[in-house]
């Protein structure tokens, strides 16, 4: 069972280029998100959506864009990378509607020198 | 802005003893759960509580749901080496924040 798939699991970028981080799940949850991870500060939410075409701000969505144009897919693009998303981001997948279950990919560690 | 406050953030307690953690916040959530996270890998689920007042017990793992839903408590018996990780509760409406977590180091 694949579950939840981010790609790559590491990346070095210099400051100003940009990315994307690839995330698909085969669970067909209507409910992904994007978290970044820093020492000693949890998990933010960057990102989520609720459904195909349906996209919303977490808690530090600057610097970031999302889409979801399938069910499967939800890609997060760093448009101009600063030293400031050097972290580790996690992709997590759940059914909509209060079961609270997230099903969270293995990670994948950006430094932006 | 919804908030999670956990604590203590960090516990270090020796094999055997007893221990509880915090979860709490300003916000009311339509339901609250416990991850812990190992090194290098994405949080697990433990438990989701719903109720106020909820207590569910997972092995020697207690947890609670304040009965006005904005807090949480999670209680460890015994605890042992292998209850060593990072655990995060997560709050959820619309979407699921966490925070901050409590790194607990059971020494043997």
């Known amino acids: 069972n694949a579950g939840v798939t981010q790609t790559p699991k590491f990346q070095v970028l210099k400051t100003g280029q940009s990315m994307t981080l690839q995330c698909a799940q085969d669970?067909?949850?209507?409910?992904m998100s994007w978290y970044r991870q820093d020492p000693g500060m949890g998990l933010r939410l960057i990102h989520y959506?609720?459904?195909?075409?349906?996209?919303d701000q977490g808690e530090v969505p600057n610097g970031y864009n999302v889409s979801r144009s399938t069910t499967e897919d939800f890609p997060l693009r760093l448009l101009s990378a600063a030293p400031s998303q050097t972290s580790v981001y996690f992709c997590?997948?759940?059914?909509?509607?209060?079961?609270?279950?997230?099903?969270f990919g293995e990670g994948s560690r950006l430094t932006v020198l | 802005t919804q908030l999670l406050e956990q604590s203590p953030q960090f516990l270090s307690i020796q094999e055997g003893e007893n221990l509880t953690v915090y979860c709490n916040s300003s916000?009311?959530?339509?339901?609250l759960q416990w991850y812990r996270q190992e090194p290098g890998e994405g949080p697990v689920l433990l438990v989701t509580?719903?109720?106020?007042?909820e207590v569910k017990k997972l092995k020697r793992l207690t947890f609670q749901f304040g009965d006005a839903r904005k807090d949480s408590s999670l209680h460890i018996t015994a605890a042992q080496p292998g209850d060593t990780g990072l655990y995060l509760c997560?709050?959820?409406?619309?979407?699921?924040?966490f925070g901050k977590g409590t790194r607990l180091h059971i020494l043997p």
């Open positions: 916000s009311v959530f339509s339901s």
């Open positions: 997560a709050g959820e409406d619309d979407k699921i924040i």
């Open positions: 509580v719903v109720t106020g007042g």
């Open positions: 997590a997948s759940g059914l909509a509607g209060g079961t609270g279950e997230l099903f």
């Open positions: 959506s609720v459904g195909a075409g349906i996209t």
């Open positions: 669970m067909n949850h209507e409910y």
